[in-house]
């Protein structure tokens, strides 16, 4: 990853959409800004999403933040407004059995890139949440606390977020023991205490401690069977 091009300056109230304002007077357009939700959930998919938004009015994307302080409601409404105003967006899933095989940072880091390289439009630069992302093949850079300060990373995290929430709650229905459609697959002490109760699913993710100590060989082979399938 590289630093802001030169002669590039953000004023500090800039708003959410500086970054692509500064990007966009140094030259460098489209921008694709690219985000993930799930990385430290127990279990369900690691879910990456990458965004390009248009220059002008219709790339500022109504009630648009960082989809962790938006309600499920309003991260709906962004996500509609995102999809029809992107230049482009592209979305992927890894799922928990990949995550395992690669570990969470490969995974993640595996996962940003194939959501940028499934864009339909090739970005000029790229914007990144928190770490750099090596082998993107354009330059870029890692913004800390991205998904509140540039928008296109904000857009991707909600394509993410709704994307990975709407996944767990059809996982619900495969195993509702677990209340996957509440936590989202997340480690809170409900899904623990059901993990504990039930052992783990096809769809925890067994790199997880807790995932680990809630295997009991008293389970056998078929520990948290689907809904409607007998254990035996």
């Not at 994307?61 to 309003?74: C, H, M």
């Not at 959501?115 to 354009?138: K, N």
């Not at 619900?172 to 480690?187: N, T």
């Amino acid at each position: 990853m590289t630093v802001m091009p030169r002669g590039s300056t953000i004023r500090r109230d800039a708003g959410i959409y500086g970054y692509e304002r500064a990007l966009r007077r140094a030259g460098l357009d489209p921008i694709a800004g690219v985000d993930e939700a799930g990385r430290g959930a127990c279990a369900g998919p690691l879910v990456a999403a990458a965004v390009i938004l248009p220059d002008g009015k219709r790339g500022q994307i109504p009630g648009l933040a960082d989809s962790k302080l938006l309600t499920a409601k309003a991260r709906d409404r962004v996500y509609e407004e995102v999809r029809k105003r992107a230049l482009a967006w592209s979305v992927v899933s890894i799922e928990a059995a990949e995550c395992d095989r690669l570990g969470m940072h490969v995974a993640n880091v595996e996962a940003l890139r194939r959501a940028l390289f499934r864009l339909d439009t090739r970005p000029s630069y790229v914007l990144t949440d928190g770490f750099s992302v090596d082998g993107l093949g354009v330059p870029g850079l890692a913004v800390w606390k991205g998904d509140r300060v540039a928008a296109c990373i904000a857009a991707a995290s909600v394509i993410a977020k709704v994307t990975r929430d709407r996944v767990m709650a059809q996982m619900h229905e495969l195993y509702p023991r677990y209340d996957f459609d509440i936590h989202k697959g997340y480690c809170t002490p409900e899904h623990q205490a059901a993990l504990d109760e039930h052992g783990p699913c096809p769809e925890h993710r067994r790199r997880f401690e807790n995932v680990r100590r809630s295997l009991r060989p008293d389970m056998g082979q078929n520990v948290g069977s689907p809904a409607g399938v007998e254990s035996r």
